[in-house]
């Protein structure tokens, strides 16, 4: 319920403040959830340890995951904004690079996954198959109560991006969406419904959905990685990266464990350098212990940072 209020707060006070006061707002809030969400604060705490180290300092820890309650305020605050500016003033606040490769991938004809983590700007970042004149569709996660998800959805699809739910029935309109080479954004890193794979992130074994790479398998579609990075003026920076090597084997299992891991290592990176936006609330760690790496972990950032 503190997402709802907070939610109706902001549409009604964002008419009457600036963007930099509204920001300013955020921050307030964000320190005022972190204060009183307790399963919360366990939780990205949890997570800020394995991105961390476990030789990270309490103080920095703490700072860390106050910084994520309030990007995770900014992220709300986002969407507001999209349902309250117009296209052009809300396409300033996205500033993309590697639109090139979503054009690359749709001469395939095969139609695209945009993957991505849940990094603060993701509510921006979502509309970037606009920036192109493209059509574009986000899966979304159901959210609870109804209030909640109604209002969020009509936010979210203010600039024309459509959503479609994660359920039976849209993993239908997925593929329609994939086959008619359309831009499809998928989360890499929640697993919501419980049925993820065990992949190595962080040196620790980590829970990460498998949604992504199956449907790259078995619909032929491209998967880009989508990252994106907080501006200082509220705005985000979106990377599109190259697209991940997804080669049928014929063993589908081991595929998709192979795809879903190289999705992490692409992220490993980015994660580490500005662990603050990364906004994720859901464990991703279950404690399976420490895991032996493929190759050194820091050959393997290398490469992913020249991708």
């Known amino acids: 319920m503190h997402t709802y209020y907070a939610i109706r707060l902001a549409l009604k ?4 403040l600036s963007r930099p006061n509204g920001r300013r707002l955020c921050t307030v809030l964000g320190y005022l959830f972190y204060l009183v969400n307790a399963s919360a604060r ?5 997570n800020m340890r394995h991105v961390l180290g476990d030789d990270c300092p309490p103080r920095r820890l703490r700072r860390v995951v106050r910084r994520i309650f309030v990007n995770i305020v900014l992220d709300y605050y986002d969407m507001v904004l999209l349902s309250a500016l117009s296209w052009e003033d809300a396409s300033t606040l996205i500033e993309p690079h590697g639109l090139e490769q979503f054009r690359a991938a749709r001469r395939q004809g095969r ?3 945009a993957v991505f983590f849940h990094t603060s700007g993701y509510n921006l970042a979502g509309q970037i198959a606009m920036m192109g004149d493209w059509k574009g569709y986000i899966v979304a996660e159901p959210l609870h ?3 909640i998800a109604g209002m969020v959805n009509r936010l979210r699809t203010a600039q024309g991006v459509e959503l479609i739910p994660a359920d039976r029935s849209g993993m239908r309109r997925i593929v329609r969406a994939l086959r008619a ?6 989360a890499g890193d929640r697993d919501v419904n419980g049925t993820g794979i065990d992949v190595e992130l962080f040196g620790s074994c980590a829970t990460l959905p498998a949604g992504v790479a199956a449907l790259a398998l078995r619909t032929g579609a491209v998967i880009s990685p989508v990252h994106q990075q ?3 003026d509220g705005g985000v920076r979106v990377w599109i990266g190259d697209p991940v090597e997804c080669e049928d084997t014929g063993d589908f299992d081991e595929d998709v464990k192979r795809i879903t891991q190289e999705i992490a ?3 490993e990176c980015a994660l580490a350098r500005r662990p603050s936006e990364w906004v994720m609330v859901q464990p991703a760690w279950r404690g399976c212990g420490r895991t032996q790496s493929r190759e050194p972990l820091p050959s393997r950032k290398r490469e992913i940072q020249r991708r």
Not at 13 to 16: A, G, I
Not at 181 to 186: A, R
């Open 13 to 16: 006070l964002s008419p009457h």
């Open 42 to 46: 366990e939780s990205i705490t949890d």
């Open 111 to 113: 139609g695209v996954i």
């Open 145 to 147: 109560p109804p209030r």
């Open 181 to 186: 080479n359309e831009i499809v954004g998928l």
């Open 230 to 232: 907080r501006r200082k």
């Open 265 to 267: 290592w692409r992220y």
